[in-house]
Nanobody, 121 residues
């Protein structure tokens, strides 16, 4: 069974930092791209960041978080991280990690339950 479990969310003041973790199981971790997405109340889900699988581990960031967020993965721990710095109130959302195919261009078919991030002004 494929499982993704996020953690690390919480309440932080604007300008602060959080690190989210996504522990995955049920598939070969190296074979899948892992993405981070978020959904704010009343808004559609949007992409945040993604890392391709395999040797290259290319990373991608949506414009809203470029320069502030960093995605990384620890293959030994089957874990993907999202380091979030210089947080803004508009970053407030439920953050989800998801697994797809080999690359970030493929569909994401497995999702975690989400972790709440709240940034106060």
């Amino acid at each position: 069974e494929v499982q993704l479990v996020e953690s690390g969310g919480g309440l932080v003041q604007a300008g602060g930092s959080l690190r989210l973790s996504c522990v995955v199981s049920g598939f070969t971790f190296d074979d899948r791209a892992i993405g981070w997405f978020r959904q704010a109340p009343g808004k559609e889900r949007e992409g945040v960041s993604c890392m391709d699988s395999g040797t290259y581990e290319r990373t991608y960031y949506w414009d809203s978080v470029k320069g502030r967020f960093t995605i990384s993965r620890d293959n030994a721990k089957n874990t993907v991280y999202l380091q979030m710095n210089s947080l803004k109130p508009e970053d407030t959302a439920v953050y989800y990690c998801a697994a797809g195919g080999w690359s970030c261009g493929a569909d994401f078919t497995s999702w975690g339950q989400g972790t709440q991030v709240t940034v106060s002004s």
